[in-house]
């Protein structure tokens, strides 16, 4: 029974990092999103949206 109680408390703990990293990637995902919103509107200003927003649609 101990080893399965070690187990048990190890992957809630795995579990628990996950999440944790989970919500890092989300909140980093968000911020990419809110700087390339920024960067298109910059770019359709300077007109060159196409060919920018083509090279960084093929880097994503």
Known sequence: F??????ADLM???TKLAQ???EKIRDYHAHVLELRRKL?????KEGL???LMNGVD???
């Open 2 to 7: 101990g080893e399965q109680q070690k187990y």
């Open 12 to 14: 809630i703990e795995i």
């Open 20 to 22: 944790g990293e989970k």
């Open 40 to 44: 298109d509107a910059q770019i359709w």
């Open 49 to 51: 949206a196409d060919g």
């Open 58 to 60: 093929n880097l994503l």
